[in-house]
């Protein structure tokens, strides 16, 4: 463990502590503690509340993400092989962390997590707000032996695996909404951004990145254009372990992935419907400047959106594409 991280650590109870205590239990002076503290404030924008006397603390409890963490909350969820997990403090985006390594150099499964990103990416060129610790920032890469068209339905089944994940902790009324939102009490609660690369014929590299908001700081959430909610206002006081959702997150990925891979979308899209919040509603679709009225009748076997209009019932893919109630 890194300095600054060892420092976080020992901060991450939310109670002060002296810079005194500090420098003693990390073997460094009280200079170097200063020097840590201010780096975590500048370099990671972390607030750490000062008063002279009791010294600094974190203005509430605090989870690092940590790998031995994860991997028991792994071993107790699946048997499988427990993945490499990248644990980043702070990176541009885990999601182009992923895409800029050559493919050859990662192996199907290999994971990037940070407690912040300066870059994050939403869909349709939007950025993502990462504030440190406060959110999940989620990649995985994963390779298909099928083609980068045939994966349409990829984002879908990713959806699944963290609405799965996170009743499986315990939060309750979450949905999706076509094709990549996460929504509880009709704000959104996480989002996915999934990107394909490879050849016309196959195999393909994925990269699916997912946003799940925790904590999120009322000066940093006042920049998110949308209703959005945070699993602590769901949980309310509950204790939540980012990694223990996490963990979740990488064995529910890894057994929907693995079951798309055999039998495609086919077998999940029941499932996925149950969890659809406009399943039935009157919707718009919004289509560069086109929009599309219509009654949402769900997903065909592709992860198409059906929608009835008056000439029927048509098919619309993902991509630039935005849905709407009506
Ligand atoms: C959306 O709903 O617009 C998609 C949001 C996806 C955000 C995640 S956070 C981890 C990964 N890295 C990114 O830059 N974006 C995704």
């Known amino acids: 463990m890194n300095s600054r991280r060892q420092l976080l650590a020992l ?44 010294g600094y603390r974190l203005p509430h409890p605090f989870e690092p993400l940590d790998q031995g963490r ?8 699946s048997a499988r092989s427990v993945p490499y997990i990248e644990i980043l403090d702070s990176v541009a985006s885990t999601n182009s962390y992923l895409m800029e390594k050559p493919p050859a150099q990662l192996t199907s499964g290999h994971v990037c997590i940070a407690e912040r990103q300066t870059g994050g990416r939403g869909r349709r060129g939007r950025s993502w707000i990462s504030p440190f610790g406060s959110s999940i ?41 076509w094709p ?3 929504l ?4 959104k609660l996480a989002g996915l951004l999934l990107e394909v690369s490879g050849e016309q014929s196959g195999p393909s590299n994925v990269v699916i990145g997912v946003g799940i908001n925790v904590h999120l700081p009322t000066e940093q959430a006042e920049m998110i254009d949308q209703p959005w909610i945070d699993l602590k206002q769901i949980a309310g006081g509950e204790p939540l372990s980012r ?21 495609g979308l086919a077998p999940l899209r029941q499932s996925w419907r149950s969890y659809d919040v406009y399943d039935g509603k009157a919707i718009q679709l919004l ?23 008056e000439d029927g019932i048509k098919a619309y893919h993902g ?3 935005s849905l709407r109630l009506a």
């Open 137 to 177: 920032y989620f990649s995985m890469f994963m390779r298909f032996s099928l083609a980068p068209a045939e994966l349409s339905g990829v984002s879908l089944v990713a959806g699944l695996a963290v609405v799965r994940t996170l009743e499986q902790n315990g939060i309750a009324g979450v949905g999706l909404k």
């Open 70 to 77: 994860i991997n028991n909350y792994l071993s107790a969820l």
């Open 180 to 182: 990549n939102d996460i």
């Open 287 to 309: 289509l560069g400047d086109r929009t599309i009225q219509g009654i949402h009748r769900g997903i065909d076997e592709t992860g198409a959106l059906l929608v009835e209009t």
């Open 243 to 263: 990694n223990q959702i996490v963990a979740g997150l990488v064995s529910n990925l890894q057994e929907v992935m693995t079951a798309f891979e055999k039998e």
């Open 184 to 187: 509880c009490d009709g704000r």
């Open 11 to 54: 901060l991450a109870d939310g109670e002060w502590h002296s810079g005194e205590q500090l420098a003693k239990t990390l073997g460094v002076s009280r200079a170097a503690v200063w020097k840590q503290l201010d780096q975590l404030k500048v370099q990671c924008g972390l607030q750490i509340h000062s008063v002279r006397g009791r």
């Open 319 to 321: 991509g630039e594409v």
